[in-house]
């Protein structure tokens, strides 16, 4: 199976990476920008273009490893070029399949989302990445899969509304817990405190959760509904309003979980 | 050095077991509860009672690892008893030093606090664990401190504000993320997706600071101001006021930081 990647950014630079490591053959790597592009093509031994007009129609599967509003331009007019006819998969965890169809793009078209947040620095652990496939029939589906088995045992078949959900989830898990500990690093920096200090804790609230579910796994004031702790941290953050008021809505919600009279 | 351990609870017990493994004679260990206190007793080699008037005065160091709320009180009992003039401190990141002499309590008296989650079934890592001393006078500053080295290299001198906003610090990257997993664990069991599809990616996200700080780190809709996907996500919550709401203030948060015209 010979694979076109479309993107060299974080997703697209390990996914390559990854892919030529497990003897998958890269043929072809596009970015924007040139340099991005022949960085991952000497890496995966493949070709390299900026241009998308210059992609060839050698490839079994298309990998449109770009940002999620760049999937249907770029869909359609690999579409209206040489690769017309190819399997095209994104591996966006917020964009339905959809966008191929309504792009008037592909003709097979399908979804490669490896759940993980990348950074170039950091060569991520294929084997727990979970991937999820999709695609709009079954042959191609199976294609998918298979592909993303020689990535990762972990590999999920699911539709838009799943995977939306999950997308979700992750926002949730990813995005807004960094947040969290990023007030955290803040209060401790105004305190001429190190961030160090919190790590063994966020490293240990993570693992814990290889044992049991987190409702299970809650502790804290609000948790325990001592009301005289949670006045004493939000008098403390009386000059933070934003903390102030996240303080309050999270004490709020992890309350009604464990004291609510239903 | 002799120390007698008042509560036999998470904190108490992991405590308890790493002092008498370290070779921290435990000399007494209380608990109302009278089988966990012959539980950790029998642990650690030492005596054990139910009752707090039968606390001896044969420790050097009584260690009050007993609910933020319980601690004035048992440190009064204490002090009118036996164990008078000898140092206590308790364990608790969110309870001034103050406590014991507001309690009329003891002489001298500090704070020894393990900045960690304790959970009865899992052994913690205590090389991990920072420890936070304080006391009223430097002598058992020292001494809090060097039993403290005992246990793990990460000791630190916190006086009472710095303890309290690292507390809060603490409730924010453990008691609310810990919320923001559960959320995202509710909203897969609705679509009947297993959890452990988002725990590589708890995992990383919690390993990656080990790399750089949180601010660096952050990724997602809010911080590329992605309106599109921020709108999806929205609809798709619609049937969950609670998160919801949490989605909108948290990706306001993160956006504010990367996109404020500030």
Redesign the interface.
């Known amino acids: 199976m010979k694979v076109t990647l479309i993107g060299a950014g974080n997703v697209g630079w390990h996914l390559g990476r990854k892919l030529h490591e497990c003897g998958v053959e890269v043929v072809q790597v596009f970015s924007r920008q040139e340099s991005k592009a022949s960085a991952l093509a000497k890496l995966t031994g493949a070709d390299f273009t900026d241009r998308l007009e210059a992609i060839s129609a050698q490839a079994d599967l298309y990998l449109l490893a770009v940002?999620?509003?760049a999937i249907a331009g770029v869909a359609r007019r690999l579409a209206a070029g040489a690769p017309g006819g190819k399997l095209m998969a994104h591996t966006s965890g917020?964009t339905p399949m959809q966008v191929f169809a309504e792009a008037g793009a592909a003709a097979r078209y399908g979804v490669f989302y490896p759940?993980?947040?990348f950074?170039k620095?950091?060569a991520?652990?294929f084997s727990?990445?979970?991937f999820c496939i999709d695609a709009n029939n079954d042959a191609d589906r199976e294609l998918l899969f298979s592909l993303a088995r020689q990535l990762s045992p972990?590999v999920?078949h699911?539709n838009d509304?799943?995977r939306?959900?999950?997308?979700?989830?992750?926002?949730?898990?990813?995005?807004?817990?960094?947040?969290?500990?990023?007030?955290?690093?803040e209060?401790?920096a105004?305190?001429g405190?190190p961030?160090g200090?919190?790590?063994?804790?966020?490293?240990?609230?993570?693992?814990?959760?290889?044992?049991a579910?987190?409702?299970d796994?809650?502790?804290?004031?609000?948790?325990?509904n001592?009301r005289?702790?949670i006045q004493?941290?939000l008098q403390?953050?009386e000059n933070h309003p934003?903390?102030h008021?996240?303080?309050e809505?999270?004490t709020e919600?992890?309350h009604?979980?464990y004291h609510s009279a239903t």
Do not use: C, W
């Open positions: 940002s999620d509003d917020a759940l993980q947040t950074s620095k950091r991520p652990d727990q990445i979970p972990k999920y699911l509304e799943q939306a959900v999950l997308h979700v989830a992750a926002v949730f898990v990813n995005n807004f817990a960094n947040f969290l500990f990023h007030a955290g690093y209060l401790l105004r305190e405190l961030f200090l919190l790590l063994p804790l966020i490293r240990e609230t993570a693992a814990k959760l290889e044992d579910p987190p409702r796994m809650q502790t804290g004031p609000a948790r325990r001592d005289e702790t004493r941290h403390l953050l934003a903390y008021r996240l303080y809505i999270l919600n992890i009604q979980i």
